[in-house]
């Protein structure tokens, strides 16, 4: 596990993109439940920081596809699947897995 953020950084229903070991990766706050994604739409690489949040998904900006914030998963085309990463609060500071 890498620091990522403080959570104070990410406001709620809000996003932060960050770049770790390489990789950008999108920060999500969801009512206080943090979930990490690859910033780079499985579809077609739209960058996903442009997405929009609500209920556990983030849609999106390019085409619309939503997809699930805790499995990946796509709910318009199953065929593909956004990459999730493991996470961990410690405090007010959040970790991710990125291996
Ligand atoms: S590029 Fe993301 S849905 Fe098409």
Redesign the pocket.
């Known amino acids: 596990m890498i620091f990522a953020a403080k959570t104070s950084e990410i406001p709620s229903f809000g996003k932060k993109g960050v770049t770790l070991g390489g990789k950008a990766l999108l920060l999500v706050n969801v009512k206080g439940e943090f979930f990490v994604c690859d910033d780079e739409?499985p579809?077609?690489?739209?960058p996903m920081s442009g997405g929009i949040v609500k209920e556990g998904f983030i849609s999106?900006p390019?085409?619309?596809?939503r997809f699930d914030l805790r499995s990946g998963a796509c709910i318009d085309a199953p065929a593909f699947q956004l990459k999730i990463y493991p996470t961990e609060l410690r405090g007010d500071e959040l970790f991710v897995d990125i291996s």
Do not use: D, K, N, V
């Open positions: 739409c579809h077609q690489g739209s999106c390019r085409h619309g596809f």
